[in-house]
């Protein structure tokens, strides 16, 4: 005599297709609960005629290779955004490692104002400080803008960097070349305890070049080196 687990359901049992059909249109995630169903189940060999007849294993393979499909997209963004990354990383490196080269100050400021505009993929580079222009006229020079006092923080407020996309840049951090930027980043300069709040701004003309979004570790990085080296040569106090 068959148990209760391995009597087959019959009539007596107060089921038949059509409770069984309607209960499982009331419960489509069957299968995702129950996946181990797959295994038990047997869909149709090959397609059936007549409209009401659903191919189950045609409509898992479909929805598998959809799902596939998905996959493979979003492996592919990932291989692409690791990719450049990397080559982010790669120019920053050659940027920090080209400072080391400087033979004076004003090396240093052409190469990280003009130089790095090739290597760093961007269209402008300016080395932004507070204070009095008419006192400060002697650095306002290649690349080097003096802006009023507060200027950053506003630009900034509280961050160490931000990246700007579909803006509008000023000529008091570009100079002549603010009417090609169509996005930017900014990040802070650390010049020591006594020196005035500066600032270092890549531009581009391209208007996601740089977006909210994008982290802007590297670039502190950047900025982290390039304060470091104005020091040393200055011979600032160091923070």
């Not at 799902?67 to 990397?86: K, P, Y």
């Not at 400087?102 to 580079?125: C, K, N, P, R, Y």
């Not at 932004?128 to 200027?151: H, Q, S, W």
């Not at 700007?164 to 305890?193: H, M, N, Q, T």
């Amino acid at each position: 005599m068959a148990d209760g687990i391995t009597a087959p359901v019959s009539a007596s049992a107060g089921l038949d297709e059509a409770e069984v059909i309607a209960w499982l249109k009331q419960h489509p995630d069957l299968l995702i609960r129950h996946p181990d169903l797959c295994e038990v189940l047997l869909p149709p060999a090959q397609p059936h005629s007549g409209n009401n007849v659903v191919d189950l294993q045609r409509f898992m393979v479909q929805k598998l290779q959809g799902e596939l499909t998905r996959i493979s997209h979003v492996g592919t963004e990932l291989l692409d955004a690791s990719r450049q990354n990397l080559s982010a990383t790669q120019r920053v490196h050659a940027a920090v490692l080209m400072l080391l080269e400087a033979g004076s100050f004003e090396h240093m400021v052409h190469m990280a104002t003009q130089d790095w505009t090739d290597l760093l993929e961007v269209d402008v580079i300016s080395l932004c400080v507070e204070g009095d222009p008419e006192r400060m006229k002697n650095i306002a020079t290649g690349g080097v803008f003096v802006l009023p006092n507060g200027a950053i923080d506003t630009l900034l407020g509280a961050l160490p960097a931000i990246a700007r996309d579909k803006c509008e840049a000023a000529d008091w951090i570009y100079g002549p070349a603010a009417s090609l930027v169509r996005s930017d980043a900014l990040a802070r300069l650390d010049f020591g305890p006594t020196s005035p709040a500066a600032m270092l701004a890549l531009g581009s003309r391209e208007p996601d070049k740089f977006q909210p979004s994008q982290g802007t570790e590297l670039l502190q990085f950047l900025a982290g080196v390039l304060g470091r080296s104005v020091r040393s040569w200055l011979d600032l106090p160091q923070p």
